[in-house]
C-alpha cells in the first residue's frame, strides 16, 4: 500500500470518529483548504463549515463546525473509490447527513482531492453538489 493511500484510509477513518482534533492531525500546518461552492455562499449562518480553510486549526475547525450542525448519528457518508497516483488521491462517495436546523436528510455526491506530503495532507479540495446541501439548511 502507498505511503498516500494510508493516509487518506487513516484520514477517512478519524473523520468517522467525529474527532476533531485527532483528525486534523493528519494535515501539514499549511494545508490548503477548498470547497466548490459559490463565493457569495461562504461563511453564510447556516453552514458555517462551507469555507476556505488554512492549515491544522482550520481542519479541526471545520470538523467541530460541520459535527454542530448535523444531527448526530443520522449520517452515512459512502466511500465508492479511492484513486491513488503519486501523493494524490481522490476520494469518491456520496455524503448522507441531516440537518440540524431544520431536520431535513440529504445526500450530496462528493470527490474529494487531497495531497499528501511527507505523512501529512497538504491539499483539501472538495468538490460536491452544494445544492442539496443549501437546500437541506434553506430556512
Given at each position: 500500500?502507498?505511503?498516500?493511500?494510508?493516509?487518506?484510509?487513516?484520514?477517512?477513518?478519524?473523520?468517522?470518529?467525529?474527532?476533531?482534533?485527532?483528525?486534523?492531525?493528519?494535515?501539514?500546518?499549511?494545508?490548503?483548504?477548498?470547497?466548490?461552492?459559490?463565493?457569495?455562499?461562504?461563511?453564510?449562518?447556516?453552514?458555517?463549515?462551507?469555507?476556505?480553510?488554512?492549515?491544522?486549526?482550520?481542519?479541526?475547525?471545520?470538523?467541530?463546525?460541520?459535527?454542530?450542525?448535523?444531527?448526530?448519528?443520522?449520517?452515512?457518508?459512502?466511500?465508492?473509490?479511492?484513486?491513488?497516483?503519486?501523493?494524490?488521491?481522490?476520494?469518491?462517495?456520496?455524503?448522507?447527513?441531516?440537518?440540524?436546523?431544520?431536520?431535513?436528510?440529504?445526500?450530496?455526491?462528493?470527490?474529494?482531492?487531497?495531497t499528501v506530503r511527507n505523512g501529512l495532507v497538504?491539499?483539501h479540495h472538495v468538490y460536491e453538489d452544494s445544492?442539496?446541501?443549501?437546500?437541506?439548511?434553506?430556512?
Amino acid at each position: 500500500m502507498s505511503r498516500s493511500r494510508a493516509v487518506v484510509e487513516e484520514l477517512l477513518r478519524r473523520i468517522v470518529a467525529g474527532d476533531p482534533e485527532k483528525t486534523a492531525e493528519l494535515y501539514a500546518e499549511d494545508a490548503d483548504w477548498r470547497l466548490d461552492w459559490p463565493e457569495d455562499e461562504h461563511d453564510r449562518p447556516a453552514t458555517p463549515w462551507i469555507t476556505h480553510r488554512t492549515g491544522r486549526a482550520g481542519a479541526a475547525a471545520h470538523y467541530r463546525d460541520l459535527a454542530a450542525h448535523h444531527v448526530p448519528g443520522q449520517d452515512g457518508t459512502r466511500i465508492e473509490r479511492i484513486l491513488v497516483d503519486g501523493d494524490d488521491a481522490v476520494v469518491r462517495g456520496e455524503i448522507r447527513q441531516t440537518a440540524r436546523s431544520t431536520g431535513r436528510p440529504y445526500r450530496a455526491g462528493f470527490a474529494l482531492h487531497l495531497t499528501v506530503r511527507n505523512g501529512l495532507v497538504v491539499r483539501h479540495h472538495v468538490y460536491e453538489d452544494s445544492l442539496a446541501v443549501a437546500r437541506a439548511f434553506a430556512p
